[in-house]
Structure formats: structure tokens, C-alpha cells
């Protein structure tokens, strides 16, 4: 059970928006802290995609974006390519624990 | 550019002891908070570990407290894990992680490495 709670999975059609949503509470996101997320493919490392709730780095498309408010925090992905199928996770850190949270991840499926 | 390789992995009866290396270059290692993350097979990922930029302050996640020892050697730009007292529920591929602060509290991960797999079977 994962202090984050992510959909397992989602999907949507080339060119679509499909956003993926991160829910914590007020240890964690509600708390203050910002949100991070990651990009995992099959058999790699997971990679930065969005830091401090919707900063992008540098070779990060603007296809991709990130918002937080309250206890939850979204990643969206607009002009859905096949190359965004992908493992997603949110990332923060949880004030009670003391430690860095992960949520499950969500598969994302290009149809 | 930033660099950061892990080894050490393999397959270790329950019980025993590991220990990972995750050898770092491209950035000034003695500036950053380092940290271990997991992922165990078709699971999600998983925090293990984090050290301050001198090693000076260490968090652990419940799952590892008091089996796993973070450490580093800024002289050789290196970060380790000790496991020890190993369980089949350790099985997953270890990453090093790069924080972004110095006290690698509440840090996010701006560089991983590969990985390295740790599978604990009799």
C-alpha cells in the first residue's frame, strides 16, 4: 500500500490528453511538499520528467506538464505519442514518516 | 556529464550479506545527499535510503532499519550499501540516486543509475 495512491494504469489514443492523478494527504502533499514524477521504460532506470510540482528539465517535451493543489498533484500529457507508453510515478516526502514517498505507479497505454 | 554506476549485486542465500557500490562521476559528489531506491520484480519503486552530503545524517525506510548501512567515501565519489541479515522480500534492483540538496531530505532524483539486481533465494 503506497503512501501516494496512483491509478494503476490509463490509456488513450494518439494525439489525446490523458492526465494522471496523485493523491496524498496532509503528511505529504498537503503538507507543502512539493511533487515530483518520473518516467520508467521496460528494463531501465526511471528517468526525471517533472520536478517542483510542474517544472519540466531540460529535454523534457511541453507535451508534458504537472499541477498540484491541496493533497493531490496530476501529471498531464497532451498530443499522446506512442513513445509516451510508459510506467509513471509521483514522488514526495511525507512529514510524519520521515522518508521519501512513492506512489504505485500508472501504466500508460497508447492505443 | 553526470555518471553513476552500480555493482555488487547478485544472488545471496536469506540470511546473508551484500554489499552494493554505486561508483559516481560528472558532478561534485561531496555536494549532494545520495540515496538508494528499489524496485522488486513488476512492483513499483521503493525508497531505501538516503546520506547527507559528508555522511553525517542518515535515513532508512522501516523495511531496512537496523539490517541496511548507507555510507559513502567522498574521497572515492562512492556511495554503499550494506545489506545484511537478508530476506526474499530484499529481492529488486538497487538504484543510486542523485538528490538535489545537500541534507537529502526531502530531495527529488535527478540522476539514476542502471541499476544492479539483488536476488535473495535459498
Known amino acids: 500500500q503506497s503512501v501516494l495512491t496512483q491509478p494503476p494504469s490509463v490509456s488513450g489514443a494518439p494525439g489525446q490528453r490523458v492526465t494522471i492523478s496523485c493523491t496524498g494527504s496532509?503528511?505529504?502533499?498537503?503538507?507543502?511538499?512539493?511533487v515530483h514524477w518520473y518516467q520508467q521504460f521496460p528494463g531501465t532506470a526511471p528517468k526525471l520528467l517533472i520536478y517542483?510540482?510542474?517544472n519540466r528539465p531540460s529535454g523534457v517535451p511541453d507535451r508534458f506538464s504537472g499541477s498540484k493543489s491541496g493533497t493531490s498533484a496530476s501529471l498531464a500529457i497532451t498530443g499522446l505519442q506512442a513513445e509516451d507508453e510508459a510506467d509513471y510515478y509521483c514522488?514526495?516526502?511525507?512529514?510524519?514518516?520521515?522518508?521519501?514517498?512513492f506512489g504505485g505507479g500508472t501504466k500508460l497505454t497508447v492505443l | 556529464q553526470v555518471q553513476l554506476v552500480e555493482s555488487g549485486g547478485g544472488v545471496v542465500q536469506p540470511g546473508r550479506s551484500l554489499r552494493l557500490s554505486c561508483t559516481t562521476s560528472?558532478?561534485?559528489?561531496?555536494?549532494?545527499?545520495m540515496h538508494w531506491v528499489r524496485q522488486a520484480p513488476d512492483k513499483g519503486l521503493e525508497w531505501v535510503a538516503v546520506?547527507?552530503?559528508?555522511?553525517?545524517?542518515?535515513y532508512y525506510a522501516d523495511s531496512v532499519k537496523g539490517r541496511f548501512t548507507i555510507s559513502r567515501d567522498n574521497s572515492k565519489n562512492t556511495l554503499y550499501l550494506q545489506m545484511n541479515s537478508l530476506r526474499a522480500e530484499d529481492t529488486a534492483v538497487y538504484y543510486c540516486?542523485?538528490?538535489?540538496?545537500?541534507?537529502?531530505?526531502?530531495?527529488?532524483?535527478?540522476?539514476w543509475g542502471q541499476g544492479t539486481l539483488v536476488s535473495v533465494s535459498s
Open positions: 496532509r503528511s505529504n502533499i498537503g503538507a507543502g511538499y512539493d
Open positions: 546520506t547527507s552530503y559528508d555522511g553525517s545524517d542518515k
Open positions: 560528472g558532478f561534485t559528489f561531496s555536494s549532494y545527499g
Open positions: 517542483g510540482n510542474s
Open positions: 540516486a542523485k538528490g538535489i540538496t545537500i541534507f537529502g531530505v526531502a530531495d527529488y532524483f535527478d540522476s
Open positions: 514522488q514526495s516526502y511525507d512529514n510524519t514518516l520521515s522518508v521519501v514517498v
